[in-house]
């Protein structure tokens, strides 16, 4: 009797018809946890797994952030939104551009003025949230344009791609046989694509010809052009100055911040950077539509001045007008107003002169009615009694009292008159705070009254005397002089923003009408014995004029490959032959 093993078995045997277990020969992973949606990957256990997970999650974030801001999507977005941001710094006024309006509109509109305040809609251009449209946009061009550079410079380095085995295949072709041979088809053909600017690759049996470059070239061009303009404008911004001045005829001007009336700058701007010239306002001119709808209209106004740059700058003459600047070095001299300037003599009670000069009057409407301040501070009355003295009315250039209104007729000095009342008392000009030379505060005033009470006012021409109440003194209307208002400029990224402008402009011709195309011309020996010519093309983009161009390239070419007639075929060898458009069966 046999004996039997009842050791039991410490590993099951694998039954026969079970499936063999896959092999592989890659080491076994560490045991890790995957993280869903995760840019990481597995995250190993451990602080060190944690760390390396973290990393690895950073860097995929950046790397698609990158990707995303880089797109061309993404920049065109941002492009809109840069112009859409542009809306609020039209329609509301901006604190940079007329400061005096924007207060007129926070007080006229309380409650959206401090809501407007916090999403800085007063100052647009120099916001957080535009200059952040401003910069992404430009970091999102310059992502576009590098990879797109690299590529097409590496498209410029390679060869024009190889013949297709089936030429028939493509958009446009032309077949036709010749009895010339193969190498002097292909010769004349590259000839003829040399010729013609394309750029051409000689293979065994067929010549490969590339045309077009320009188009991306274009392109490219076109997308730095931005860069250069967007670089161009914060420049203009950020050193840019800009400032108003009213000159009298007989005075000047210097440039220096000392003489502005009122000067705005940008972020970067240093007084030093201000160009060193001056201009005397000799005389001004203007002439007006008298007749017909447009009666007053301005037909010509024309500033006659003497200028020099620096101190000892030869004086040239020159005329400013509208849309006409004065362009000294890196400034421009604009014009942009005019009015009038009644001149006066004051005395007081004493009898003293106590001013004499113009007093510069502010239009109030197209007829140039203007209102007129004159204040006149350690007057002395006739008692020798200190105080200040002020004149506040009206010059009107063409009065006309049948009208029963004291406002101008016509902007021109047909019958010019200055409506003046006067006051005595405190102008506050010693208080310390700024005060505003064309408006005068009455507040701590009294005006003149005549014998019966009533409040005192003249109206003038030139050559009368007002003389104020109980000897307090005298006004004489001297004469008229005539001021303009001149913005000076100077914003160093005009050039280089007109450059890019341009620029943009050529790019954006040649990316849309220049066609990127290939063409081929394959001559091979057929089995008649006759050489088998034919001519495909295809074009990379968009192109209508395809089969016309290869028309064009087969006629030029069968001079040197004529085609040759079908035996029994009545054909005129001299016939171009006619590409057609889609495959040949």
Not at 20 to 41: H, I, K, M, N, Y
Not at 98 to 111: G, M, S
Not at 276 to 298: A, C, I, M, N, V
Not at 499 to 520: C, D, E, H, T
């Amino acid at each position: 009797m046999a004996k039997t093993d009842s050791t039991p078995s410490t590993q099951e045997e694998p039954e026969a018809d079970a499936p063999a277990a896959p092999l592989s020969t890659a080491p076994a992973e560490d045991t890790g946890q995957a993280v869903p949606g995760s840019f990481g990957g597995v995250r190993q256990p451990g602080a060190l797994g944690l760390l390396a997970w973290s990393g690895r999650e950073a860097l995929g974030w950046v790397r698609w952030t990158w990707r995303q801001l880089t797109s061309m999507r993404v920049a065109l977005i941002l492009l809109f939104l840069l112009s859409l941001a542009t809306v609020p710094g039209s329609l509301v006024p901006q604190t940079s551009v007329d400061a005096v309006k924007a207060e007129a509109w926070r007080d006229k509109h309380e409650t959206l003025a401090p809501l407007y305040d916090k999403l800085g809609l007063f100052h647009v251009y120099s916001s957080v949230w535009f200059s952040a449209i401003y910069i992404l946009l430009f970091v999102s061009l310059i992502g576009c344009i590098v990879p797109r550079t690299w590529k097409f410079v590496g498209q410029l380095r390679g060869r024009p791609p190889g013949a297709p085995r089936n030429l028939t295949r493509m958009p446009a072709h032309a077949t036709w046989h010749t009895d010339a041979a193969p190498e002097q088809v292909l010769a004349a053909a590259h000839r003829l694509l040399k010729g013609r600017r394309f750029r051409t690759e000689r293979g065994e049996d067929a010549v490969a010809a590339e045309k077009g470059f320009l188009r991306e070239a274009g392109n490219l061009l076109f997308h730095v052009a931005l860069i250069v303009m967007l670089v161009a404008f914060a420049s203009g911004q950020l050193w840019k100055s800009e400032g108003g001045k009213l000159v009298v005829e007989g005075d000047g001007f210097s440039n220096t911040l000392t003489q502005y009336d009122d000067f705005k700058s940008g972020a970067l701007f240093d007084a030093d950077d201000l160009d060193k010239f001056h201009f005397d306002l000799d005389s001004f001119s203007g002439s007006y539509e008298r007749t017909g709808p447009q009666k007053g209209t301005p037909r010509d106004y024309a500033a006659h001045v003497t200028y020099g740059n620096g101190a000892d700058g030869e004086p040239r003459k020159a005329t400013i007008k509208v849309n006409e600047p004065l362009e000294t070095d890196r400034s421009k001299v604009y014009l942009i107003g005019h009015g009038y300037a009644p001149m006066v003599s004051v005395r007081d009670g004493q009898g003293t002169l106590v001013f004499r000069g113009p007093v510069p009057s502010l239009p109030l409407d197209s007829n140039v009615t203007e209102t007129s301040v004159l204040k006149v501070p350690a007057y002395k009355d006739k008692d020798g009694k200190e105080s200040d003295l002020g004149f506040k009315g009206n010059f009107v250039p063409t009065l006309d009292l049948k009208t029963g209104m004291m406002l101008s007729q016509f902007p021109a000095l047909d019958n010019p008159r200055l409506v003046l009342t006067a006051y005595r008392g405190n102008l506050g000009v010693d208080a310390g705070a700024p005060q505003n030379v064309y408006q005068l505060d009455v507040s701590r005033m009294k005006q003149f009254t005549d014998e019966d009470g009533k409040k005192f006012a003249q109206i003038l021409k030139v050559g009368d005397t007002m003389k104020l109440p109980d000897g307090a003194g005298e006004l004489h209307f001297d004469g008229i002089k005539q001021w303009a208002t001149f913005q000076i400029s100077q914003k160093p990224g005009n050039e280089l923003a007109l450059s890019g402008a341009v620029a943009a402009l050529i790019g954006l011709a040649g990316s849309l009408f220049i066609q990127r195309r290939r063409v081929w011309v394959r001559a091979v020996a057929g089995e008649d014995g006759r050489t088998v010519v034919e001519l495909a093309g295809l074009g990379r983009s968009e192109s209508a004029r395809l089969p016309e161009e290869l028309a064009s390239l087969a006629g030029a070419l069968q001079p040197d490959a004529p085609p040759a007639a079908p035996a029994g075929a009545d054909t005129d060898p001299e016939a171009p032959a006619e590409p057609s458009e889609g495959a040949r069966a």
